[in-house]
């Protein structure tokens, strides 16, 4: 679609409408090249870079997208107006857990890495939902065929998400756009973890993982569900050093072997002298430690608690977060091992663990109570309870914590010297509000373990090592075998590793793949790196990295805006961006936060049907970052403000644009024309400045509130002088117009217009691109930011002098007392009195025709008082109305 050519009158519609500008203008802007990022003439220092977040490709997007997404572009626009060449990708999050999930739930499906690849695979249905595809009911399929049915739905998801996006008006430069799951993001997230082995940030550690003991799977977070289960409290007794016993209450007193730990909060008084001192287990006479933490529950049992590894999610939590050793007692398939912990050194105690050994873990609960009740440090009734307890959902025994072998990336928890690094990194980054500091501040101080990144799932980027087997088919874990950074990427479940051929692959002397992939956060840390091409396109990279802005939702500070710190310090040691602005949430009527689990959420896409693009954009950049926003679907009143906005726009410029250009040489002479432009100069420093601190909220309150005073204030005292049938004083003593004052009215008119459309325009794209083509050749988004400096042009800009706000406050009076006489506005005046303070008097003397002719007084005089005032208001005798005709027979 072509740019239509600059505009005369009889191109202007005879109703402007918002209804079908998206339809329009998205395609002309594609086209165009709107938004493209031009490389030809982008420097280092006119590029504004945007490391945008990749939405999660699983389903639909609901309104906080919008709301936040809204914000990044007005910003983005601003940018490109004021000269920048605005880097503004869009990226898909399409590899992780809820992208399987829908998989599974969409297709009902479920991946078993041991069966073989079918080639002819079709899915049982198509369509599922999360309610109706439960996972004892779903097909297994190979590993590559759940793959490629993760490829297939969410290229299909991306499409959906990019429709809304361009409908929304986002101007992002689409041929920049990447999937983290695409072959060049594989490659560059692997050649990252290669890098972080080989300068030893990356190593592998045992580390607990949430195991179904039937299947012998780990189970990730999505797959669980509470059932209420019997279960009992134990009382089990810990001796201190001066002879007193700690009572502990538990429901696991079969993990007792695995204890480390005892903790309580740190604001319980009744054991706040034991902080910082050391109990002995019962049984097995382990020294253990007494700690604090705010997870301790004072209301629970006896308000302090053992940590074992692992009786719960809590323990894992407790374990990390207080640096404590792994004791492990449970095997894969849910028995004791048959070594104890290394902790356990005691005759009795090992004696005691071999009561243990090679027991499930229900038989070990029966042996361990026998024996505490037998030692007499098992005390009280055993306490039967009801409780939730996490099941894999298909399967039928609880879930249990065992160690697996995981790898970590170093992230200052245990490094001081990178911590105290990523924290002077925070102090570079310019945070928007500055308060959302302090939420990386606080994660980055409070680090308590290293970054685990390896999850047992299947569609993700895949940790690319090998690992020799030795005579005896055994992994050599600690002897990793790596590609080279040229064969990235790799999958090593399916490639032979280097210098082997697939015959070897799991026979004694070959090789085994790891199978584990990245945690996405792994893959989503490198965004900077992924949009930018990293090291496959060094000139592009230069020119946008570090990126001028990371736009993000708060509640994700701690992972994505951390994890991307962390690997922008350890790659390049500096930070990926210079600003970081951080969205609020959007909740409900009843201050709930939106989300997915609690059904609360609302898609964008019919809101963007029922009211329009830039309507809904309003809203969202009503709202300042960092402050949440109520929205109720059922009364969306700032969304219903904005249209009424948008439509405004259409017809205000409609109205200006009829009237034609001056001619040329023409200039804005008469007061009240010069206070507009004296006002409209301090809305445009303002607004520049608002955005130029990341203050949209602040840019477009201050731009809107002037817009109205002009619709219902100047443009209605100004219009009769711009159609020629005003008076104006010093005119002539025929009181004929002014040619002069018509030309002054006519040019504010037009340079306000112009100038407020592209005050507008980061937050209306669509009206104010269609208004703009009808008098110019070319899209306002590309058009130059206005300034003071082209008001200056076309008159003296000089300090407001208050006269428009004046003569609007008795405007207001005029209409008021037709108003109270019921009287039409346009009925004439016979006489009216102006009263007003000395010092405003012979102000408004200067707009005296203007208000003469928009209230229709025949004879305006003034008179000093004390305050303004319109009084003695005579409206012209109206005749009769005809009286109706007569009907008859």
Same mark, same amino acid.
């Given at each position: !679609?072509?740019?239509?050519?600059?505009?005369?009158?009889?191109?202007?519609?005879?109703?402007? @409408?918002?209804?079908?500008?998206?339809?329009?203008?998205?395609?002309?802007?594609?086209?165009?090249?709107?938004?493209?990022?031009?490389?030809?003439?982008?420097?280092?220092?006119?590029?504004? &870079?945007?490391?945008?977040?990749?939405?999660?490709?699983?389903?639909?997007?609901?309104?906080?997208?919008?709301?936040?997404?809204?914000?990044?572009?007005?910003?983005?626009?601003?940018?490109?107006?004021? +000269?920048?060449?605005?880097?503004?990708?869009?990226?898909?999050?399409? /590899?992780?857990?809820?992208?399987?999930?829908?998989?599974? /739930?969409?297709?009902?499906?479920?991946?078993?890495?041991?069966?073989?690849?079918?080639?002819?695979?079709?899915?049982?249905?198509?369509? +599922?939902? /999360?309610?109706?595809?439960?996972?004892?009911?779903?097909?297994?399929?190979?590993?590559?065929?759940?793959?490629?049915?993760?490829?297939?739905?969410?290229?299909?998801?991306?499409?959906?998400?990019?429709?809304?996006?361009?409908?929304?008006?986002? &101007?992002?430069?689409?041929?920049?756009?990447?999937?983290?799951?695409?072959?060049?993001?594989?490659?560059?997230?692997?050649?990252?973890?290669?890098?972080?082995?080989?300068?030893?940030?990356?190593?592998? $550690?045992?580390?607990?993982?949430?195991?179904?003991?039937?299947f012998r799977t780990a189970v990730a977070q999505a797959e669980l569900e509470d059932k209420d289960m019997p279960? @009992?409290?134990?009382?089990?007794?810990f001796h201190a050093p001066d002879g007193i016993d700690i009572k502990i209450k538990t429901t696991r007193p079969?993990?007792?072997?695995?204890?480390?730990?005892?903790?309580?909060?740190?604001?319980?008084?009744?054991?706040?002298?034991?902080?910082?001192?050391?109990?002995?287990?019962?049984?097995?006479?382990?020294?253990?430690?007494?700690?604090?933490?705010?997870?301790?529950?004072?209301?629970?049992?006896?308000?302090?608690?053992?940590i074992c590894t692992f009786g719960d999610t809590t323990d894992v939590i407790w374990w990390r977060e207080l640096?404590?050793?792994?004791?492990?007692?449970?095997?894969?398939?849910?028995?004791?091992?048959?070594?104890?912990?290394?902790?356990?050194?005691?005759?009795?105690?090992?004696?005691?663990?071999?009561?243990?050994?090679?027991?499930?873990?229900?038989?070990?609960? @029966?042996?361990?109570?026998?024996?505490?009740?037998?030692?007499?440090?098992?005390?009280?009734?055993?306490?039967?309870?009801?409780?939730?307890?996490?099941?894999?959902?298909?399967?039928?025994?609880?879930?249990?914590?065992?160690?697996?072998?995981?790898?970590?990336?170093?992230?200052? $928890?245990?490094?001081?010297?990178?911590?105290?690094?990523?924290?002077?990194?925070?102090?570079?980054? &310019?945070?928007?509000?500055?308060? !959302?500091?302090?939420?990386?501040?606080?994660?980055?101080?409070?680090?308590?373990?290293?970054?685990?990144?390896?999850?047992?799932?299947?569609?993700?980027?895949?940790?690319?090592?090998?690992?020799?087997?030795?005579?005896?088919? /055994?992994?050599?874990?600690?002897?990793?075998?790596?590609?080279?950074?040229?064969?990235?990427?790799?999958?090593?479940?399916?490639?032979?590793?280097?210098?082997?051929?697939?015959?070897?692959? +799991?026979?004694?002397?070959?090789?085994?793949?790891?199978?584990?992939?990245?945690?996405?956060?792994?893959?989503?840390?490198?965004?900077?790196?992924?949009?930018?091409?990293?090291?496959?396109?060094?000139?592009?990279?230069?020119?946008?990295?570090?990126?001028?802005?990371?736009?993000?939702?708060?509640?994700?500070?701690?992972?994505?805006?951390?994890?991307?710190?962390?690997?922008?310090?350890?790659?390049?040691?500096?930070?990926?961006?210079?600003?970081?602005?951080?969205? +609020?949430?959007?909740?409900?009527?009843?201050?709930?936060?939106?989300?997915?689990?609690?059904?609360?959420?609302?898609?964008?896409?019919? !809101?963007?049907?029922?009211?329009?693009?830039?309507?809904?954009?309003?809203? #969202?950049?009503?709202?300042?970052?960092?402050?949440?926003?109520?929205?109720?679907?059922?009364?969306?009143?700032?969304?219903?403000?904005?249209?009424?906005?948008?439509?405004?726009?259409?017809?205000?410029?409609? *109205?200006?644009?009829?009237?034609?250009?001056?001619?040329?040489?023409?200039?804005?002479?008469?007061?009240?024309?010069?206070?507009? !432009?004296?006002?409209?100069?301090?809305?445009?420093?303002? $607004?520049?400045?608002?955005?130029?601190?990341?203050?949209?909220?602040?840019?477009?309150?201050?731009?809107?509130?002037?817009?109205?005073? *002009?619709?219902?204030?100047?443009?209605?005292?100004?219009?009769?002088?711009?159609?020629?049938? #005003?008076?104006?004083?010093?005119?002539?003593?025929?009181?004929?117009?002014?040619?002069?004052?018509?030309?002054?009215?006519?040019?504010?008119?037009?340079?306000?217009?112009?100038?407020?459309?592209?005050?507008?325009?980061?937050?209306?794209?669509?009206?104010?691109?269609?208004?703009?083509?009808?008098?110019?050749?070319?899209?306002?988004?590309?058009?130059?930011?206005?300034?003071?400096?082209?008001?200056?042009?076309?008159?003296?800009?000089?300090?407001?002098?208050?006269?428009?706000?004046?003569?609007?406050?008795?405007?207001?009076?005029?209409?008021?007392?037709?108003?109270?006489?019921?009287?039409?506005?346009?009925?004439?005046?016979?006489?009216?009195?102006?009263?007003?303070?000395?010092?405003?008097?012979?102000?408004?003397?200067?707009?005296?025709?203007?208000?003469?002719?928009?209230?229709?007084?025949?004879?305006?005089?003034?008179? #000093?008082?004390? $305050?303004?005032?319109?009084?003695?208001?005579?409206?012209?005798?109206?005749?009769? @109305?005809?009286?109706?005709?007569?009907?008859?027979?």
């Open positions: !679609m072509t740019r239509p050519m600059p505009a005369s009158f009889s191109r202007i519609p005879d109703r402007p @409408a918002l209804e079908g500008l998206e339809n329009v203008w998205g395609p002309a802007w594609e086209s165009d090249g709107t938004y493209k990022f031009d490389r030809s003439s982008a420097t280092k220092e006119n590029v504004f &870079s945007i490391d945008t977040p990749p939405p999660t490709a699983s389903g639909s997007l609901h309104i906080g997208h919008v709301f936040s997404y809204t914000h990044t572009d007005v910003k983005a626009r601003f940018e490109r107006m004021r +000269g920048k060449s605005v880097f503004y990708p869009m990226g898909w999050d399409d /590899n992780g857990l809820p992208t399987e999930r829908r998989v599974q /739930n969409f297709y009902g499906v479920r991946c078993d890495p041991s069966l073989p690849y079918d080639a002819d695979f079709t899915p049982p249905f198509e369509g +599922g939902d /999360n309610k109706s595809s439960k996972a004892a009911d779903q097909v297994p399929i190979s590993r590559r065929n759940f793959i490629e049915l993760c490829e297939r739905l969410t290229v299909e998801d991306e499409k959906q998400f990019e429709d809304v996006w361009r409908k929304l008006g986002l &101007s992002v430069d689409w041929t920049q756009s990447y999937r983290t799951i695409a072959g060049e993001s594989q490659a560059i997230a692997q050649k990252a973890f290669l890098r972080n082995v080989e300068r030893g940030e990356a190593y592998q $550690a045992q580390a607990p993982t949430l195991w179904d003991v039937t279960g @009992a409290y134990h009382t089990l007794s079969e993990l007792l072997p695995a204890c480390v730990a005892l903790v309580a909060h740190p604001d319980d008084e009744r054991y706040q002298a034991l902080f910082g001192t050391t109990v002995r287990t019962p049984l097995f006479d382990v020294e253990v430690p007494v700690l604090a933490h705010h997870l301790a529950q004072k209301d629970k049992g006896s308000g302090i608690a053992m640096d404590l050793p792994n004791r492990s007692v449970l095997g894969f398939d849910g028995r004791f091992i048959s070594e104890a912990p290394s902790a356990i050194t005691s005759e009795a105690g090992l004696a005691a663990y071999g009561e243990l050994a090679g027991k499930t873990v229900f038989s070990a609960k @029966a042996a361990i109570v026998s024996l505490l009740q037998e030692s007499g440090e098992l005390t009280g009734e055993i306490e039967k309870i009801t409780h939730p307890v996490k099941f894999f959902e298909k399967g039928d025994k609880p879930l249990e914590i065992v160690s697996t072998r995981q790898w970590y990336i170093v992230n200052g $928890a245990r490094d001081e010297e990178l911590r105290s690094t990523l924290l002077k990194r925070g102090e570079e980054v &310019s945070f928007h509000p500055d308060f !959302m500091r302090v939420r990386y501040e606080n994660w980055v101080k409070g680090l308590s373990g290293d970054w685990l990144i390896s999850r047992q799932r299947f569609f993700g980027v895949p940790i690319p090592v090998w690992y020799p087997l030795d005579s005896d088919g /055994n992994p050599v874990f600690d002897q990793p075998i790596v590609p080279t950074e040229a064969q990235l990427p790799v999958d090593p479940s399916s490639d032979a590793a280097p210098g082997y051929d697939e015959s070897q692959r +799991g026979v004694p002397g070959g090789f085994q793949g790891e199978v584990d992939v990245m945690d996405t956060w792994a893959t989503s840390s490198l965004t900077p790196q992924l949009a930018g091409k990293w090291e496959t396109d060094p000139e592009l990279f230069d020119l946008v990295f570090p990126y001028s802005l990371r736009p993000q939702g708060q509640d994700i500070i701690r992972t994505w805006l951390f994890s991307t710190m962390l690997r922008a310090q350890l790659e390049g040691d500096t930070v990926p961006w210079k600003n970081a602005s951080i969205s +609020g949430f959007i909740v409900d009527p009843d201050r709930k936060k939106m989300s997915k689990s609690k059904g609360n959420v609302v898609t964008p896409a019919a !809101m963007l049907d029922d009211h329009g693009s830039d309507a809904v954009r309003y809203w #969202a950049a009503s709202s300042r970052l960092g402050t949440d926003a109520a929205f109720d679907p059922q009364n969306p009143k700032q969304i219903k403000v904005g249209r009424r906005l948008a439509i405004k726009v259409l017809n205000a410029a409609k *109205f200006v644009y009829s009237f034609p250009e001056p001619v040329e040489g023409a200039s804005v002479t008469e007061p009240l024309d010069l206070d507009l !432009m004296a006002n409209f100069a301090r809305v445009i420093e303002a $607004a520049t400045d608002a955005l130029e601190n990341y203050d949209h909220a602040k840019a477009l309150e201050g731009t809107e509130k002037f817009f109205w005073t *002009f619709c219902d204030d100047y443009l209605e005292l100004v219009k009769e002088r711009a159609y020629g049938s #005003a008076s104006n004083e010093g005119a002539g003593s025929d009181g004929a117009a002014s040619a002069g004052g018509q030309a002054s009215a006519v040019l504010a008119l037009r340079t306000t217009v112009d100038g407020l459309l592209r005050l507008l325009a980061p937050y209306l794209p669509f009206a104010t691109e269609e208004v703009w083509s009808w008098t110019h050749g070319s899209s306002i988004h590309t058009a130059p930011w206005p300034t003071v400096a082209e008001l200056a042009e076309v008159g003296e800009i000089v300090a407001p002098t208050g006269l428009l706000e004046l003569v609007g406050e008795a405007l207001i009076s005029i209409r008021r007392a037709k108003t109270d006489a019921k009287a039409s506005q346009k009925t004439p005046v016979t006489s009216a009195v102006v009263v007003a303070p000395a010092d405003s008097l012979e102000l408004l003397r200067t707009a005296a025709a203007d208000l003469s002719a928009v209230g229709r007084i025949e004879s305006l005089t003034f008179e #000093a008082g004390d $305050a303004l005032a319109v009084s003695d208001i005579v409206l012209a005798e109206q005749p009769a @109305a005809p009286a109706a005709p007569v009907t008859g027979a």
